[in-house]
T-cell receptor
């Protein structure tokens, strides 16, 4: 009930391409879905977040697509750049205690 | 505003010892969460403190404990260290008023190595 499943585990994309990372959740009470970006040697930092009242949210080259009926959401990185190379984590929250439930992470490498 | 600070940044201990890690949250943040991060294991939630009370707890043995002080600073303690405790320990703070999900701001972590 509490899991967030993230895929793929790792991803290699050419510079300029589209990077897509997918997450699926089980708890229908979740109503907050953030994506975090982590560079080596740093803590994760919030990249973008969505609530289920919208199906898509865009911030610059980063877009979250949300499918409530399928209980899935995904991160799209357009025009991927080498500086986007990092580990990305999705998460969900919304149960009574609002604890974030994390995906396992995706290591993204953008090839120049 | 200063970010989340964690001390020390690096620590080397031997099996059986105990260790205390410290976290200072962003000013005004009352919630502090602790995570263990190991390669391939993602972020494993340890516990969360809000206004000096443990509000949530993950599935870790009792050797892992924490506390929060009145100024919201938090400490995490691991007793009887095992080799498998080697990891990056991350602290995150948020405003996190009760009953709302909120952005977590992470510190740089403490890298613990157990020999």
């Amino acid at each position: 009930q509490q899991q967030v499943k993230q895929s793929p585990q790792s991803l290699i994309v050419q510079k300029g391409g589209i990077s897509i990372i997918n997450c699926a959740y089980e708890n229908t009470a979740f109503d907050y879905f953030p994506w975090y970006q982590q560079f080596p040697g740093k803590g994760p930092a919030l990249l973008i977040a969505i609530r289920p009242d919208v199906s898509e949210k865009k911030e610059g080259r980063f877009t979250i697509s949300f499918n409530k009926s399928a209980k899935q959401f995904s991160l799209h990185i357009m025009d991927s750049q080498p500086g986007d190379s990092a580990t990305y984590f999705c998460a969900g929250a919304g149960d009574s205690n609002y604890q974030l439930i994390w995906g396992a992470g995706t290591k993204l490498i953008i090839k120049p | 505003k200063a970010g989340v600070t964690q001390t020390p940044r690096y620590l080397i201990k031997t099996r059986g010892q105990q260790v205390t890690l410290s976290c200072s949250p962003i000013s005004g943040h009352r919630s502090v969460s602790w995570y263990q991060q190991t390669p391939g294991q993602g972020l494993q939630f340890l516990f969360e403190y809000f206004s000096e009370t443990q509000r949530n707890k993950g599935n870790f043995p009792g050797r892992f404990s924490g506390r929060q002080f009145s100024n919201s600073r938090s400490e995490m303690n691991v007793s009887t260290l095992e080799l498998g405790d080697s990891a990056l320990y991350l602290c995150a703070s948020s405003l996190a008023a009760s009953g709302s999900a909120d952005t977590q701001y992470f510190g740089p972590g403490t890298r613990l190595t157990v020999l």
